[in-house]
Structure formats: C-alpha cells, structure tokens
C-alpha cells in the first residue's frame, strides 16, 4: 500500500495563506487521480480538491478562487495552496491516492482565526 505523508498546515488568520503537500512513497500520482479532503470538528469528511492523473483539477465550490491542486510527478508530491483563508476553512485535511481508496496521509490541521 502506498505511503503518504502530508506537511504544511497549522495556525493563520483570516485572510492568510497556506500550503499543504503529501509526498507518496511512489510514482501513484503520475498514474492515479488523488484527491484532498477535510474534516472540520462534527462533521463528515468532505472531498474539497481532486487532480486527475493527467492534471485536470477540480475543487468544490466553496474553495473555488482561494484554493489550488498541483502536483509534481517527478517529487511524486502534490499540493493545495489555500488563499484567502476563512475560518470555516478550519479542519483536518487529508490527501487520498488513488482518489477514493482507503490510502490517505495521516492528516494536517488547519485552523483560521477569525
């Protein structure tokens, strides 16, 4: 099973930035669609970001404009840059290769301050 291991994260004010990545053990991301997802306190885990294998993205509507997923297949790394920062913005991310399997990175806290 792939390993994935997520850094970035942690405390910003509304209105900063911040970048996350999750590095996999191997080439998955040239050859699998990967996904970010979130999780904020009482809530249910939410897909927010997804890249294809062939670098199609998509985020959800909510993030559209402030966050952004990239990857770099030589790093075997992807990421999400997140802008414009809100504190509904606050939760645990988690990255998941292949998309929608049970591989996930341990997960980042983010949390925004109002």
């Known amino acids: 099973q792939v390993q994935l291991v997520q850094a970035g994260g942690g405390l910003v004010q509304a209105g900063g930035s911040l970048t996350l990545s999750c590095a996999a053990s191997?080439?998955?991301?040239?050859?699998?669609?990967m996904g970010w997802y979130r999780q904020a306190p009482g809530k249910q885990r939410e897909l927010v970001a997804g890249?294809?294998?062939?670098?199609?993205?998509n985020v959800v509507d909510s993030v559209k404009g402030r966050f952004t997923i990239s990857k770099n297949t030589h790093k075997n790394t992807v990421f999400l840059q997140m802008n414009s920062l809100k504190p509904e913005d606050t939760a645990v991310y988690y990255c998941?290769?292949?998309?929608?399997?049970?591989?996930w990175g341990q997960g980042t806290q983010v949390t925004v301050s109002a």
């Open positions: 191997g080439s998955i991301f040239r050859f699998n669609d």
């Open positions: 890249i294809t294998s062939g670098g199609i993205t």
């Open positions: 998941n290769a292949p998309i929608h399997s049970s591989s």
